[in-house]
């Protein structure tokens, strides 16, 4: 079994100030970790993924998660927050069963931009 | 490259009502289909998944059903739609070559049942 939990459902933070998003998560076998984002009406976007090898992942949008198996974490992080990136976010761990892939998501972290 | 279809956009039935909602896959073949449903204020929750045609797995019962009666086409359905089946649908694929273990996603159908 796998469960994602997100802290912190809603996150507000200055333009230009750094942006931290908190995942946590837990999976009995060695996991594949997400983060996605959601602007409003509008479908997931993945913005990063880790699967194997380097634990710091960089991905869109000058995003980057570190995976640290010590913690059960991978919390997503970019040095300075854009009004552009205010949308909601999704932290998600996956597992593959014989071609059959299942994403659990975390509930979610609506992150506001202040001018 | 893939894409992704989902229609409607928006949608507003009577409690009672018949639902379909339909995502289609172009630029690739045999994916893995899912639904999704994402309920205000909340996650989002697997429905169901397809690996093939006439494949479907349940996660969750619920009053919905899915088929999926070509390669890249999937359809969500319900005979009566009840008031807690309103919120936001997404259909998610992938493949081998995606990269099996990455989803992506649909734009989405918000399902309002009054």
């Known amino acids: 079994a796998q469960s994602v939990t997100q802290l912190g459902s809603h996150v507000s933070v200055s333009e230009g100030a750094l942006v931290l998003l908190r995942c946590n998560y837990s999976?009995?076998?060695?996991?594949?970790l997400f983060w996605y984002v959601q602007y409003p009406n509008q479908g997931l976007q993945l913005l990063l993924k880790?699967?194997?090898?380097?634990?710091l992942v960089k991905g869109i949008n000058g995003f980057e998660a570190e995976f640290k198996k010590s913690e059960t974490s991978f919390h997503l992080t970019k040095p300075s927050a854009h009004m552009s990136d205010a949308a909601e976010y999704f932290c998600?761990?996956?597992?593959?069963?014989?071609?059959?892939?299942?994403?659990?998501f975390g509930t979610g972290t609506r992150l506001t931009i202040i001018p | 490259s893939q894409t992704i279809h989902q229609w409607p956009a928006t949608l507003v039935q009577p409690v009672g009502s018949p639902l379909s909602l339909e995502c289609t896959v172009e630029?690739?073949?045999?994916?893995?289909l899912y639904w999704y449903r994402q309920a205000a204020g909340r996650g989002l929750q697997l429905l169901f998944y397809?690996?093939?045609?006439?494949?479907i797995s349940s996660e969750v019962p619920q009053n919905l059903s899915a088929s999926r009666p070509q390669d890249r086409q999937f359809i969500l359905s319900s005979k009566k739609l009840l008031l807690s089946d309103s919120g936001f649908y997404l259909c998610?694929?992938?493949?081998?070559?995606?990269?099996?273990?990455?989803?992506?996603f649909g734009p989405g159908t918000r399902l309002l049942v009054l």
């Open positions: 880790y699967t194997t090898g380097a634990t």
């Open positions: 630029g690739t073949s045999n994916p893995n």
């Open positions: 397809s690996v093939g045609i006439g494949q």
């Open positions: 998600a761990v996956g597992t593959i069963n014989f071609g059959n892939e299942k994403l659990t």
């Open positions: 999976s009995s076998v060695p996991p594949y």
């Open positions: 998610a694929w992938n493949t081998a070559t995606s990269g099996m273990e990455t989803q992506y």
